[in-house]
Every structure is written in structure tokens, then in C-alpha cells.
């Protein structure tokens, strides 16, 4: 995740949306860029499965190979900049996650995690914005669904503490039918 906050400018060939200034050095335009950029990753997942399955039925023509790779070209380009936004809200956020070392630090703060604790975070600070449910998170953050949602609350309560505690621009957060979720305060 230390790469993750590697901000760096896009290449200049990338196209750019209007409005959209990598330079910023407003948090909440971050946040929102990635979130505009995931919406945008999900769709074109969606229409690149749809083109996909109408190749198999139109039997692979020419033209349906052609769309099929323009789209893969274009969600490339759709999670880079993706992960550019999502490198530069935590660059704005002044925080840097050490998945290896198992650490957060945020100013002068070091603060160290259990294994646990930083692989939930590493996963929610993918996804800023986006809430789980208990079920959801214990599956894609850990991988091992034997875990139960008492002992994910656990772990949320100590991540909850560690972040609060260092004084981080971001918390945990859960809400009703929504799940557990990383976001960011100004």
C-alpha cells in the first residue's frame, strides 16, 4: 500500500475530464474524483462483459473483437486514473499505510497494526466512500469467511481507536443496511 501514496502527475497523453486538476490540493475533490472514476470502472466492466458475451454470440466477428478491445483499452485507462486519485486523496490526507511493515503514519505519528487491522484498511482506503457488510468485508478484506461479524467488529473497533487516537482526517465509519466503510473528514 506504500505505493499507493506515491501521488504522481498523469502522463501527459492521458485524457483528462473537464474540471478534473490533478494539482489539487483540496482532499474533498480527491475523494470525489475517486469516486467518480470507480462509477466509471464499474460501468465499463459492465460493457465490456456485455460486448464480450455478444462476440460469443456474433460468433467473434471483426467488429465486435474491434469494440471488445477499444473497451479493454479504455477501462485501462479508467483504472489508472482510478488509482492515480486514489494515491492522491491519500497524499492530500498526509497518510501513509506500510501494508509490509504493518503501519500507519500520520505527521510525526507511527502506529502500529496487527496484521489484521492493516489489511482492513489497506482494503478500505482502496475504496474510500464504499461501504460493506460484515460478510462482504471479512471475504475481500481477509479472505477467510470462517471469521465471524463479531470478530470483524473487533477489529473495527481497534481500527476505529488507532485512527482516532492518531488524530486521522479519516474514520471508519458503519451504517444501517449500508455496512462498515473508510471515509474521509475535511
Do not use: K, N
Not at 506504500?2 to 475533490?29: K, M, N, V, W
Not at 465486435?64 to 489508472?80: N, P
Not at 492522491?88 to 500520520?106: E, F, I, K, M
Amino acid at each position: 500500500m506504500a505505493q499507493l501514496l506515491e501521488a504522481s502527475r498523469p502522463p501527459d497523453e492521458l485524457e483528462l475530464i473537464p474540471g478534473e486538476l490533478p494539482d489539487t490540493s483540496d482532499p474533498e475533490d480527491a475523494r470525489q474524483w475517486t469516486t467518480v472514476y470507480r462509477e466509471l470502472v464499474i460501468f465499463a466492466e459492465r460493457t465490456l462483459a456485455r460486448i464480450t458475451s455478444q462476440q460469443v454470440e456474433a460468433a467473434g466477428r471483426s467488429e465486435a473483437r474491434g469494440d471488445a478491445a477499444a473497451m479493454e483499452r479504455h477501462l485501462h485507462r479508467l483504472r489508472s486514473r482510478l488509482e492515480f486519485w486514489e494515491r492522491r486523496l491519500w497524499q492530500l490526507a498526509g497518510l501513509d499505510l506500510d501494508v509490509a511493515g504493518r503501519s500507519l503514519t500520520y505527521g510525526r505519528q507511527r502506529l502500529p497494526l496487527t496484521r489484521r487491522e492493516v489489511e482492513l484498511l489497506a482494503f478500505l482506503a482502496r475504496r474510500p466512500g464504499r461501504f460493506y457488510s460484515a460478510t462482504q468485508l471479512i471475504t475481500l478484506a481477509w479472505g477467510t469467511p470462517e471469521l465471524s461479524a463479531e470478530q470483524l467488529r473487533t477489529y473495527i473497533v481497534r481500527l476505529r481507536r488507532r485512527l482516532s487516537t492518531a488524530g486521522a482526517p479519516c474514520r471508519v465509519v458503519s451504517e444501517p443496511r449500508r455496512g462498515y466503510g473508510l471515509v474521509f473528514t475535511p
